[in-house]
């Protein structure tokens, strides 16, 4: 299984960006999908959750209002629709695959991940 994340970029404070994946090398659906991101110096940290089917979500804390994960099943992409993003946003957004249906908020938990797109919030 291969996941290739796009979408990232520089933008100001407040703005927003979306995120996509390509998960590719399976024909089967029946996985959950994640997003994590890490800044450099700190631990890899969980944003947001879909289970395999798209009907439960979960997220972090500290995104919450503000980041909407979503997945089409059809095309095998998972978003993540980010608003209101702050400077502590900043990081390498990484999306993850978990060989479960229900996946969850442990990076432990997902067993394959893409290389990342890197999101900077700055003025």
């Known amino acids: 299984v291969q996941l290739q994340a796009s979408g990232g970029g520089l933008v100001q404070p407040g703005e927003s960006l979306r995120l996509s994946c390509t998960v590719s090398g399976t024909t089967s659906d029946d996985y959950a999908l994640a997003w994590f991101r890490q800044a450099p110096g700190k631990e890899r940290e969980f944003v947001a959750g879909?289970?395999?089917?798209?009907?439960?979500?979960d997220y972090a804390d500290s995104v919450v209002g503000r980041f909407t994960i979503s997945r089409d099943r059809t095309k095998n992409m998972v978003y993540l629709q980010m608003t209101g993003l702050r400077p502590e946003d900043t990081a390498r957004y990484l999306c993850?695959?978990?060989?479960?249906?229900?996946?969850?908020?442990?990076?432990?938990?997902?067993?394959?991940w893409g290389q990342g797109t890197q999101v900077t919030v700055s003025s």
């Open positions: 993850a695959a978990s060989r479960t249906t229900s996946g969850g908020s442990s990076r432990w938990s997902y067993h394959y």
């Open positions: 879909i289970n395999w089917i798209g009907s439960t979500t």
